[in-house]
Structures are given as C-alpha cells and as structure tokens.
C-alpha cells in the first residue's frame, strides 16, 4: 500500500552534483521521517541522511556532512538528497526509507524503496 519510488540516480564524473528524490505514496507522509541509505557490494547499508516529519531537524553521515543535503516537501510527498561534490567512494545503490512517528515516537512501521543506483567515475 505505501510505496517509496526512488528516482535520479545515474553516472556522474568525480567533483559532480545529483539529486535523488523520493516520491512517497499510500500513506499519510507528515507522519514519517524519512531518511537516505546507501550500500554497496560487501559492505553493510548506512545511513547517509535523515529529515523528521515536519523538516526541522537533519541528521547526515559524518563522511557527506556538508555536500549532502535532504529536504523533504509535504506538500509534494517528495524527500530529496542533493548531492554536491561527489567522490568515488560515494558509489552505491541509494535507498529511500520511511518510518512511521507519532509524538515523536518510532511506531515500528517502516517502508523501503528499490534503491536507484549511483556511480561516481571518470
């Protein structure tokens, strides 16, 4: 019923800007903080970004801190990770995920998107 569809991953030289968005569906969006994964082969996803349900409040990887940026519009039902400066090590499939809070408490209930994949290369 709740679906996260990720788009705007793709190819981008060394030094380079992206920016993904998630467009979240069949649920009631305010309610959810929303955040950024990445993973890559043999190694364990990690949180790249996150954004509460009303846009107040970031949290980022120490290693984006600064080129990353996430937003989220609750009008659009969209988070978006505007990614500046992009470097090698920064490839991996991106995913988009969503939990549920109320007053400020994690419910348990969470969504997962597909991921869209990020290359950063020469």
């Known amino acids: 019923q709740v679906q996260l569809v990720e788009s705007g991953g793709g190819l981008v030289q060394p030094g380079g800007s992206l920016r993904l968005s998630c467009l979240v569906s069949g649920g009631t969006f305010s309610t959810y903080a929303v955040s950024w994964y990445r993973q890559t082969p043999g190694k364990e996803r990690e949180l790249v970004a996150e954004?509460?349900?009303?846009?107040?409040?970031?949290i980022y990887l120490d290693s984006v801190r600064g080129r990353f940026t996430i937003s989220r519009d609750n009008g659009k039902n969209t988070v978006d990770l505007q990614m500046n400066s992009l470097k090698p090590e920064d490839t991996a499939v991106y995913y988009c995920?969503?939990?549920?809070?109320?007053?400020?408490?994690?419910?348990?209930?969470?969504?997962w998107g597909k991921g869209t994949p990020v290359t950063v290369s020469s």
């Open positions: 954004v509460s349900t009303r846009g107040g409040s970031t």
């Open positions: 995920y969503a939990a549920a809070v109320v007053t400020g408490l994690y419910t348990g209930t969470d969504y």
